[in-house]
């Protein structure tokens, strides 16, 4: 990359990588380049866009909502595009939640979830309770308390020795024609048992990205070792975090994995779908136990939190406009994840594919490889630069291959890149 370029880039080996493509515009499940290239977005921007690039119901949104407020501090005061959202998002989850806490991005709502707990014993019992668990290969974020709870890996090496202490466990991942699964998730269970019943009155909560852990492998876990999570956390009454940034609004199948997975979290944590790959925005959603702890004569059982753009007014219409279409889009849902059953057999034959896997609308496996399996793994590289020659905008995660594409996506053009995909592969 040309050293006088004045920007920054995120995931970028600077001196190395390419220059990067200028984009110029997006429209369905397509992004077109400043010399009039087409890529399909496969990867849904970064996981953000749903119902594809420049959907008209958001952008008139936004465009309305420019017309009578843009921004308001939101302490002392309010606006209706954020209680409407709040509402509207309590009543897609039946009132399973009790409030709705509006912050910036993914992690900065994991940074919420963790402090609330962490404050939740502080209230109750003037407990200042230390002991978090988490799960191997997990993602939450890129601030200090995200990263405590995330997998130690090339991400936040540098950083490690500044980190809290967290208990992590084996995440249970699997895969069609993984035949102990069972047996795997029940060593798991009867291992974060012992240890709570050891820890219990330091145990402050528990952290998990369900159904599917993103940055992490795409790896999958099944309902049931959610459900065999959810009784051991309420026997002993720990709070559960689900971080549902990236499995919200629909990308697992149902709106959000726990109800596909007929759990009960404590809380949960939401970004990036939210306003449909718009604008940057997030919520951390509480049960009514959880803010009871808050809801005080006591001031200092205050939550000091918040952020400088908290509930912007014009990202909450980009919200709202964006959960009017999730109902809307649940045929596509089915179609894509209709679409990936229809492939999966001629997945499994491949000799260079392994651990073929899937849920809702998302598709991923790994490819095998000599070198080890993880982010730096440099076939997800070459392939990357293969795909986008052809039109593809995929981002594997080191030999990692997954399609996580927009739900205005075709099966058309979903088979053309997986048979790409799988040229690139058998030849490689």
Known sequence: MNELNPVWYPFTHLKTSDEPIKISRGEGAYLYDDQGNAYFDAVSSWWVNLYGHRHPTIVNAIKKQLDSLDHVLFADFTHDPAEDLARQLLELNNQKFAKVFFSDNGSTAVEVAIKLCLQYYSNLYGQKRSKIIAFSNSYHGDTFGAMSTGARSVFSDPFSHLFFDVQRFDYPSTWIGDSNIEMIEDLTI????????????????????????????????????????????MEFGVLVIYDEIMTGFGRTGEVFAYQKAKTKPDIIC???????????????????????????????????????YTANPISCAAALASLSLIQQFEKDRKRIEFFYKSRIEELIQSDKIDKVRYCGTILAFDIISQNDSNYL??????????????????????????????????????GQILDDILIYIQSY
């Open 270 to 308: 939401l970004s990036k779908g939210i306003t449909g790959g718009f604008l940057p925005l997030s919520v951390t959603l509480t049960n009514k136990k959880v803010f009871k702890a808050f809801y005080s004569d006591e001031k200092t059982h205050t939550f000091f939190h918040g952020h400088s």
């Open 377 to 414: 793994n440099p076939i997800g590289l070459k392939l990357k630069k293969n795909m986008l020659e052809k039109g593809y905008l995929l981002r594997p995660l080191g030999n990692t291959v997954y399609i996580m594409p927009t739900y205005v996506s075709t099966d058309t053009v979903l």
């Open 190 to 233: 009867s291992k974060i048992r012992a240890f709570i019943e050891d820890n219990s009155e330091d145990i402050a909560c528990l952290i998990v990205e369900p159904l599917v852990q993103g940055a992490g492998g795409m790896n999958m876990c099944r309902p049931e070792f959610l459900q065999k999570l959810d009784l051991v956390c």
